[in-house]
């Protein structure tokens, strides 16, 4: 299986900050990764598909960067509903695996 | 709007069994890969399964091959989860999710929990 990491695991961000959330998997996954922001009781919503392409509706602050087996994940400027824990999953091949979660919070 | 809904969770002894489902509505279900994913209280995302549009092609996480059936009905929109031999790792919020890859969207989860 392929196994994800993110780093940092925790984040303490403020307003304003430009953020970047890395994940690594343990082999080249090309460019299928998908990024996911889960907030506190909610569903996960898809942010990002392709490694870099914007979902519909989901604000051009976010954006995300990298193939084969690093990612990132950057916020430009954080805003208050930005706080929440955000997971990268490859669906590179079987069984698909997601990676830990970074949750960022307020400083 | 696409909206899925699932239902079938609720408490259960470990041993037991449970089917969950997944209504569809908003989309034609038989056009999409659809998928169940889980978390447990407190942790990360796992994914469990997925099946094709037709039902022709099925994968599943190493942790329910076995125990976990996926299965559809694209008549009914539905989407089910055949869950045997629950173990107490197996409690979760259970989502269902249209498509194979990056899935968008999720349903708002079904709660399992297997207990004594």
Redesign the interface.
């Known amino acids: 299986d392929i196994q994800m990491t993110q780093s940092p695991s925790i984040m303490s961000a403020s307003v304003g900050d430009r953020v970047a959330i890395t994940c690594r998997a343990s082999q080249g996954i090309s460019n299928s990764l998908a990024w996911f922001q889960q907030k506190p009781g909610k569903v996960p919503k898809r942010l990002i598909y392709g490694a870099s392409s914007l979902q519909s509706g989901v604000p051009s602050r976010f954006s995300g960067s990298g193939s084969g087996t690093e990612f990132t994940l950057t916020i430009s400027s954080l805003q208050p509903e930005d706080f929440a824990t955000y997971y990268c999953l490859q669906h590179y091949s079987y069984p698909f695996t997601f990676g830990p979660g970074t949750k960022v919070d307020i400083k | 709007e696409v909206q899925l809904v699932e239902s079938g969770g609720g408490l259960v002894q470990p041993g037991g069994s449970l089917r969950l489902s997944c209504e569809a509505s908003g989309f034609t279900l038989y056009s999409y890969w659809m998928t169940w994913l889980r978390q447990a209280p407190g942790k ?4 469990v399964a ?1 099946i094709k549009q037709d039902g022709s092609d099925i ?4 942790s329910v091959k076995g125990r976990f059936t996926i299965s559809r009905d694209n008549a009914k929109n539905s989407l089910h989860l055949q869950m045997n031999s629950l173990r107490v790792e197996d409690t979760a919020i259970y ?1 269902c999710a249209r498509g ?10 079904t709660l399992v929990t297997v207990s004594s």
Do not use: C, I, S, T
């Open positions: 990360g995302l796992e994914w997925n994968h599943y996480v190493d989502y194979q890859y990056g899935v968008d969207p999720w349903g708002q989860g």
